[in-house]
């Protein structure tokens, strides 16, 4: 499975951006894509996650803001992000878990979001 993410760039506070994550390869029926993110010193947080079935989750400091979406054939996944502020500025990594005898999981590379007037 590879993850192809993009869609990352400099915006001032207050606008808009939208990432894309598409997968490749041999998916699993039951998986969740979701997007992470790591600031410059912090841990990698999770922002985003959802299903195949379009069950989501969302951490608490993007509520209201952040929209994750999947296609119909479910291979890529969207986050639109709106009313950024300063402290989203970090590296967005797409993720996709998938089950078979077990959980596998892989990641994208990774986009820079920056967040600056």
């Known amino acids: 499975v590879q993850l192809q993410a993009s869609g990352g760039g400099l915006v001032q506070p207050g606008g808009s951006l939208r990432l894309s994550c598409a997968a490749s390869?041999?998916?699993?029926?039951?998986?969740?894509m979701g997007w992470y993110r790591q600031a410059p010193g912090k841990q990698r947080e999770m922002v985003s996650t959802?299903?195949?079935?379009?069950?989501?989750t969302y951490a608490d400091s993007v509520k209201g803001r952040f929209a994750i979406s999947r296609d119909n054939a479910g291979n890529t996944v969207y986050l639109q992000m709106n009313s950024l502020k300063p402290e989203d500025t970090a590296v967005y990594y797409c993720?996709?878990?998938?089950?078979?005898?077990?959980?596998?999981?892989?990641w994208g590379q990774g986009t820079l979001v920056t967040v600056s007037s």
């Open positions: 959802i299903t195949m079935v379009g069950g989501t």
């Open positions: 993720n996709l878990r998938h089950l078979l005898d077990r959980w596998y999981e892989y």
């Open positions: 390869g041999s998916i699993f029926r039951t998986n969740v």
